[in-house]
């Protein structure tokens, strides 16, 4: 018997791949911004904390008398699974994330600490990657998120914050800005309708 070689025919999805492909436009080089033009004098803090609110979400000062993990508990007293990624959580937290067959396991988590590298004032946003995510859905399933920034770490514009984030190695990362929040259904602003019904950050 003789074998007969046949052409394998391309598929749609393969067709419109390559002549996408092949008519990619040239690059073009990234503008070169003057950050001065837009520094305005504004109090980073008293900005940072103003667009937070405004987007939905809460920000409070440390208390130095006592940890993040006390200071939470006081903020959700009817909390009962919890967890923080912060060091000396051990008492916190109420789940073991090696346990977890898989992420939907988490649905019931109450509160949920975490900690960013990043924050920016013009919008309220932090900066979250897989160097604080263990597992990518936790700031998103959890019913109340806790991120704690340092003061320090606040810069005024996504300008600014660009540059910071080139030069780490991340995989993923988001920025996230208040709780999660929806006006899709007759413009109604809806707080809490696919993900953390609030969002604290805590300074330090």
Do not use: C
């Amino acid at each position: 018997m003789i074998g007969i070689k046949t052409e394998k025919k391309m598929t749609s999805r393969e067709n419109i791949l390559s002549r996408a492909k092949a008519n990619k436009p040239d690059l073009l080089e990234l503008p070169v911004i003057n950050v001065e033009v837009f520094a305005d004098g504004k109090d980073l803090l008293e900005e940072f904390t103003k667009k937070v609110e405004v987007v939905g979400g809460n920000v409070v000062e440390q208390n130095v008398s006592e940890t993040i993990f006390s200071q939470v508990s006081k903020m959700y007293p009817d909390a009962k699974v919890n967890y923080a990624t912060l060091e000396g959580a051990g008492d916190f937290n109420t789940v073991s994330l090696e346990a977890l067959k898989k992420p939907h396991e988490l649905e019931n988590l109450d509160v949920l600490i975490l900690e960013s590298i990043l924050g920016v004032a013009e919008n309220g946003a932090v900066w979250l990657s897989d160097g604080q995510l263990p597992i990518r859905v936790l700031p998103f399933i959890t019913n109340h998120l806790v991120i704690v920034l340092k003061k320090e770490n606040i810069v005024p514009f996504l300008h600014q914050a660009y540059p910071i984030l080139a030069k780490k190695d991340n995989d993923f990362g988001v920025f996230i800005s208040g709780p999660s929040k929806t006006a899709d259904i007759e413009q109604s602003l809806v707080i809490g309708a696919h993900g953390a019904m609030t969002l604290t950050v805590v300074l330090k």
